[in-house]
């Protein structure tokens, strides 16, 4: 049987959002039962509370069970003693109490960690340190060997022909994603949907915004989330983009994957995109 996995990214609650949107979104996801839903980040423009209460007030009517991490965004930009002292101050009060901002979900054949790759010290970039990676790897262990392992990160790992560097260490990161048997790795932040085996091994998912104005690259001016659906042989990923002339988000092209054994990752797939 196939597990559903909806992936939501970059809602920007502030000044780009698109409110009617919220709407749509909320209403779509509930009608495909998924059986997780991951939101990758940037949930806020600029980390105000207002923002947050908003964001908050968003993903309670998200059904569960609910992943979620901070982005760049979730870090306040122009307040330096909150940015450099207390960082994601605001994102613990209103959305997650977790010290550490990690996340882990557990469904029948799939298991998610999720991290925090914000960064004070930077306005864009993100990484992760060593630490994390350990306790990502002890969470990954815990799972059943049959699970699709996956990873949520907010900044993307794939470079591309835009100015936003990857998170810093990819290619390590990514090999060591592998280690661990992670088959996916999750995340936001370049506002363009994307999929595409990494050489190291794991499957690198990137989603769009789904509710702002700030679609770039590919996908400027435009809105989507991405729909997984993962069974025993493959990761299928369909990027779903709003149509305003019919008030919904709908397929525009999907990806289906070989999954990756644990000790020979899969090469192969076939796209209908």
Excluded at 50 to 70: E, M, Y
Excluded at 252 to 272: N, P
Aim: glycine fraction near 6%.
């Amino acid at each position: 049987m196939a597990v559903r996995l909806l992936h939501l990214s970059d809602l920007h609650f502030g000044p780009p959002l698109r409110h009617h949107l919220t709407e749509v979104v909320i209403r779509e996801v509930h009608d495909l039962l998924p059986d997780l839903v991951v939101v990758s980040g940037d949930l806020t423009q600029r980390a105000q509370r207002w923002q947050f209460l908003q964001a908050r007030t968003f993903l309670d009517q998200l059904p569960s069970p609910l992943v979620v991490i901070p982005g760049n965004h979730d870090v306040p930009l122009y307040n330096l003693f909150l940015r450099f002292w207390r960082p994601l101050g605001r994102y613990r009060a209103y959305i997650s109490a977790v010290p550490d901002v990690a996340a882990v979900a557990k469904v029948a054949g799939l298991s998610v960690v999720g991290l925090n790759s914000t960064r004070s010290l930077t306005v864009d970039g993100g990484g992760l340190c060593d630490e994390q990676l350990a306790w990502a790897e002890a969470q990954c262990a815990k799972s059943p060997r049959d699970d699709c392992r996956v990873v949520a990160v907010h900044h993307h790992f794939l470079p591309d022909a835009g100015h936003q560097r990857p998170i810093r260490r990819a290619k390590r990161l990514l090999r060591s994603f592998a280690d661990m048997g992670v088959e996916m790795v999750l995340v936001g932040h370049r506002h363009w949907a994307r999929t595409e085996r990494a050489s190291e091994g794991p499957l690198v998912v990137q989603a769009g915004t789904a509710t702002s104005r700030r679609g770039k690259g590919k996908d400027r001016g435009k809105n989507s989330y991405n729909v997984i659906e993962i069974d025993q042989t493959a990761i299928q990923v369909a990027c779903h983009r709003y149509r305003a002339d019919v008030d919904r988000f709908e397929p525009v092209w999907k990806e289906r994957f070989d999954r990756a054994l644990r000790t020979d990752v899969g090469q192969g797939h076939i796209s209908t995109r």
